[in-house]
């Protein structure tokens, strides 16, 4: 359920492609006040010599193109409006990229992936170098290497943390594309060095963010108000960077560019991990000439149309009820919660033999992991978020009214029931006493220890699973 959600919002990242296609010219359309911008937009250099407008109350025209011009915004989720054509047609390119990208399987996805995740690094380099040399760099630097510890009681900053470690192993996508490696693979070196690789690529990012932040607040004279309240540094604290560089419209293409490789790398995998955990639960309908292109299609199809609500003019409002509810935070640790439990003390000792199996030794680090502190870290942070839960709102200025919040944690219900009601199903449906219907649904699959001496790992089946959810007993 998460997975199908996220195929059905977080494509909407490629927004990126209105700002690339509005790169193609001379002048930036957003480093200037144009017809859209109101009476409080105010170019940052001109700010110090504005007669009519104070540093209190002027905003910058980058904001405004964002809200004013790429959104057009609304007053609230009340009102959603008509859909912004433009956005709509962004969307279709992204998903007919998405489609032709993915359609034959892992082969073509990997070559693809080469670039799409090496391109990125590049321009984060370039973004970090011309934000270090901007006046103000090192107040947002400071301010981001000396963090103000009461924000450790906001549970906003715990659940951001618990949503960006356990993004991609909660919701599937790792174990999915794991299944098409050899069955010797070092799956514990991969695993450390993703770790690695990803809190290294955010800690570093965060210099680039945090030094235009910086620049932003020395401008507008404001320090915390521009941190606090930009809505989405992709799309506010770069471009105004990008706008700072010499050829501003080609390393605007550039940044842009890069956006769009970011956001489609996170959709193949959203979308190939639900392909593919549908094809393993179905082999005898999806494993057939021309029927899994089908369902990739189906899929693609299904969530452009449901993903038509997050382009409206009340786009924003729609995207952020998606992401502070349905697909993230509370949900994700969840399913944390359950993952390590179902691992660490359901599937036991058997978990650590198929990874002694296939490495030749069994990591101590990870099973105390998923025995103790995976399972508390996450559970400790999802009380506390419940405990601390706060409503909902926009920009620290829109609250959302009470349906808005009732909505959002009916998003999140849906993927949360999924576990108990599916386990009820399984158990209800099963013949034998409720000892023995126990038994058969954390019994681990008989031909697994004969796969382990096969050699190279084939994709997962029903038959082949690790927790055999049908009649076979232990």
């Known amino acids: 359920?998460?997975?199908?959600?996220?195929?059905?919002?977080?494509?909407?990242?490629?927004?990126?492609?209105?700002?690339?296609?509005?790169?193609?010219?001379?002048?930036?359309?957003?480093?200037?006040?144009r017809h859209w911008n109101t009476e409080h937009g105010v170019?940052?250099?001109?700010?110090?010599?504005?007669?009519?407008?104070?540093?209190?109350?002027?905003?910058?025209?980058?904001?405004?193109?964002?809200?004013?011009?790429?959104?057009?915004?609304?007053?609230?989720?009340?009102?959603?409006?008509?859909?912004?054509?433009?956005?709509?047609?962004?969307?279709?390119?992204?998903?007919?990229?998405?489609?032709?990208?993915?359609?034959?399987?892992?082969?073509?996805?990997?070559?693809?992936?080469?670039?799409?995740?090496?391109f990125p690094y590049l321009m984060l380099l370039v973004l970090l170098i011309r934000g270090m040399t901007l006046l103000g760099a090192a107040q947002g630097i400071q301010?981001?290497?000396?963090?103000?510890?009461?924000?450790?009681?906001?549970?906003?900053?715990?659940?951001?943390?618990?949503?960006?470690?356990?993004?991609?192993?909660?919701?599937?996508?790792?174990?999915?594309l794991s299944n098409y490696n050899k069955f010797h693979n070092n799956c514990y070196r991969d695993c450390m060095a993703l770790c690695f690789l990803n809190s290294g690529t955010s800690f570093v990012a965060g210099f680039a963010i945090f030094s235009i932040l910086g620049f932003m607040s020395q401008e507008q004279g404001v320090p915390s108000k521009v941190a606090q309240g930009c809505p989405g540094p992709a799309f506010i604290a770069s471009p105004l960077a990008v706008v700072m560089l010499p050829f501003s419209a080609l390393w605007a293409c550039c940044f842009f560019f890069m956006i769009i490789l970011l956001g489609l790398d996170s959709q193949f995998v959203c979308v190939e991990s639900l392909v593919a955990a549908l094809v393993d639960m179905y082999p005898q309908v999806f494993c057939k000439k021309n029927r899994r292109e089908v369902l990739i299609l189906t899929v693609s199809v299904i969530s452009f149309l449901v993903g038509l609500v997050?382009?409206?003019?009340?786009?924003?409002?729609?995207?952020?009820?998606?992401?502070?509810?349905?697909?993230?935070?509370?949900?994700?640790?969840?399913?944390?919660?359950f993952e390590s439990l179902c691992v660490g003390w359901v599937y036991d000792g058997c978990f650590y033999d198929n990874i002694e199996d296939m490495i030749g030794y069994s990591p101590l680090l990870v099973k105390y992991c998923w025995l103790f502190l995976t399972p508390a870290v996450c559970t400790a942070t999802f009380l506390f978020s419940?405990?601390?839960?706060t409503p909902l709102t926009y920009n620290k200025k829109y609250t959302y009214p009470w349906w808005g919040d009732a909505l959002g944690w009916l998003l999140a219900l849906s993927s949360i029931v999924c576990i108990p009601t599916w386990s009820f199903y399984k158990l209800s449906t099963l013949k034998g006493s409720f000892r023995e219907r126990l038994r058969q649904l954390v019994c681990p699959a008989e031909e697994l220890a004969q796969q382990s001496q096969a050699g190279p790992f084939v994709p997962a089946s029903p038959k082949t699973s690790l927790l055999r959810l049908t009649e076979s007993h232990c």
Not at 88 to 104: R, T
Not at 310 to 337: H, K, N, P
Not at 386 to 389: G, P
Request: net charge negative.
């Open 1 to 33: 359920m998460i997975l199908m959600l996220l195929n059905t919002y977080y494509i909407v990242v490629l927004a990126a492609l209105f700002y690339l296609f509005s790169s193609f010219t001379i002048n930036l359309p957003w480093g200037s006040c």
């Open 43 to 118: 170019e940052f250099q001109r700010i110090n010599d504005s007669l009519n407008v104070t540093s209190e109350n002027a905003t910058s025209p980058v904001i405004e193109f964002w809200e004013r011009r790429v959104l057009k915004i609304s007053d609230g989720i009340q009102h959603l409006g008509g859909l912004c054509w433009e956005l709509a047609v962004c969307l279709l390119l992204a998903w007919v990229i998405c489609y032709f990208c993915i359609w034959k399987g892992v082969k073509s996805m990997g070559k693809v992936v080469y670039f799409t995740a090496t």
């Open 143 to 176: 301010f981001y290497l000396y963090p103000n510890l009461t924000y450790l009681w906001d549970p906003q900053v715990w659940m951001d943390t618990g949503t960006q470690i356990s993004f991609a192993v909660c919701v599937g996508c790792l174990t999915a």
């Open 310 to 337: 997050t382009v409206t003019e009340g786009s924003m409002y729609v995207f952020q009820l998606f992401d502070y509810y349905a697909a993230s935070r509370m949900c994700l640790l969840f399913v944390v919660i």
């Open 386 to 389: 419940l405990i601390k839960y």
